[in-house]
């Protein structure tokens, strides 16, 4: 056991030096503190008056990583984006350069590369979501909004890193079937408008909440934080959800509890089945 943890972790070192020695992976980590500053300090500086400010509520830090970072603009850009940057080479590109061969002459074998390369991915997830609720923090005091509800902390830290891997999660199943690493960016984001496009389609023809809108890959994790930390505000009560529908709109109220359940089931799910699947193609996987 002690021999299979120390490869393990040999593994996810060498993925880790690899992973912070590409340039895009530091140019993503700037990204994102911009993106976090820029929701949380410039936009409620530059378009509220201090009156308005005041008004954001001392759980501001939570809804600028809810509902601004990973559902505004683009549900999920920034998620894929993180996600993509970490993981849309770390299989593919290996084989296809030949770049795996040390490790694979190593007594090692692929289920203890596919582990250790997971294991790292959580870790550099864990780095970015630092960042994330770190710029979060500092916003909120910046904007005359002082953080609050401090002790949800902890789970809105998870639920961030449960946004980043799982999208890290679908790289890894598409690098382990896609030789060409921009190839696989590109099914990534062509993933995501499609599911997107299920998920507002649900939305329209069911005109009003429907479990399964939280089944859809993607969308689910990237509307992962708001529902932790909205179930998190009020655990015994009740949520609105507005559905449009052929030009009308209904608001409904809907169990946190409810939400919240189905939330994480599909989420735990699908990350079951990506890493699963994940891990057959990459043992099918010879170099090239």
Same mark, same amino acid.
């Given at each position: 056991?002690?021999?299979?943890?120390?490869?393990?972790?040999?593994?996810?070192?060498?993925?880790?030096?690899?992973?912070?020695?590409?340039?895009?992976?530091?140019?993503?980590?700037?990204?994102?503190?911009?993106?976090?500053?820029?929701?949380?300090?410039?936009?409620?500086?530059?378009?509220?008056?201090?009156?308005?400010?005041?008004?954001?509520?001392?759980?501001?830090?939570?809804?600028?990583?809810?509902?601004?970072?990973?559902?505004?603009?683009?549900?999920?850009?920034?998620?894929?984006?993180?996600?993509?940057?970490?993981?849309?080479?770390?299989?593919?590109?290996?084989?296809?350069?030949?770049?795996?061969?040390?490790?694979?002459?190593?007594?090692?074998?692929?289920?203890?590369?596919?582990?250790?390369?997971?294991?790292?991915?959580?870790?550099?997830?864990?780095?970015?979501?630092?960042?994330?609720?770190?710029?979060?923090?500092?916003? *909120?005091? @910046? %904007?005359?909004?002082?953080?609050?509800? !401090?002790?949800? $902390?902890?789970? =809105?830290?998870?639920?961030? &890193? +449960?946004?980043?891997?799982?999208?890290?999660?679908?790289?890894?199943?598409?690098?382990?079937?896609?030789?060409? *690493?921009? @190839? %696989?960016?590109?099914?990534?984001?062509? !993933?995501?408008? $499609?599911?997107? =496009?299920?998920?507002?389609? &649900? +939305?329209?023809?069911?005109?009003?909440?429907?479990?399964?809108?939280?089944?859809?890959?993607?969308?689910?994790? *990237?509307?992962?934080?708001?529902?932790?930390?909205?179930?998190?505000?009020?655990?015994?009560?009740?949520?609105?959800?507005?559905?449009?529908?052929?030009?009308?709109?209904?608001?409904?109220?809907?169990?946190?509890?409810?939400?919240?359940?189905? *939330?994480?089931?599909?989420?735990?799910?699908?990350?079951?089945?990506?890493?699963?699947?994940?891990?057959?193609?990459?043992?099918?996987?010879?170099?090239?």
């Amino acid at each position: 056991m002690s021999n299979t943890m120390s490869r393990l972790f040999a593994v996810a070192r060498y993925e880790f030096i690899w992973d912070f020695r590409k340039y895009r992976t530091i140019v993503m980590l700037f990204v994102l503190l911009l993106a976090t500053a820029g929701y949380g300090i410039l936009q409620p500086i530059l378009l509220l008056t201090p009156a308005q400010r005041l008004a954001l509520g001392n759980n501001w830090w939570m809804k600028v990583i809810g509902q601004y970072l990973f559902t505004r603009v683009v549900i999920g850009l920034l998620p894929l984006m993180v996600g993509g940057t970490l993981a849309t080479d770390s299989i593919s590109q290996e084989f296809d350069k030949g770049w795996i061969v040390p490790l694979l002459s190593q007594p090692i074998s692929k289920a203890e590369i596919y582990a250790g390369k997971v294991f790292e991915k959580v870790i550099m997830c864990c780095i970015f979501s630092l960042v994330v609720i770190t710029v979060s923090l500092v916003a *909120s005091y @910046v %904007v005359d909004s002082p953080a609050s509800y !401090l002790n949800l $902390l902890p789970y =809105i830290f998870l639920s961030v &890193v +449960v946004t980043f891997f799982g999208f890290a999660a679908i790289a890894l199943l598409l690098s382990s079937l896609i030789k060409n *690493s921009s @190839v %696989v960016f590109g099914s990534m984001l062509g !993933l995501l408008v $499609l599911l997107i =496009i299920v998920y507002f389609a &649900v +939305v329209f023809y069911s005109n009003g909440y429907n479990p399964w809108m939280n089944a859809v890959p993607m969308i689910n994790e *990237s509307m992962f934080p708001s529902v932790i930390g909205q179930y998190m505000l009020n655990p015994n009560g009740n949520l609105p959800f507005d559905a449009s529908s052929f030009g009308v709109t209904k608001t409904e109220s809907i169990s946190a509890l409810s939400i919240f359940s189905s *939330s994480i089931i599909s989420v735990l799910v699908e990350l079951g089945l990506v890493l699963s699947v994940g891990f057959y193609f990459f043992r099918k996987r010879e170099v090239v």
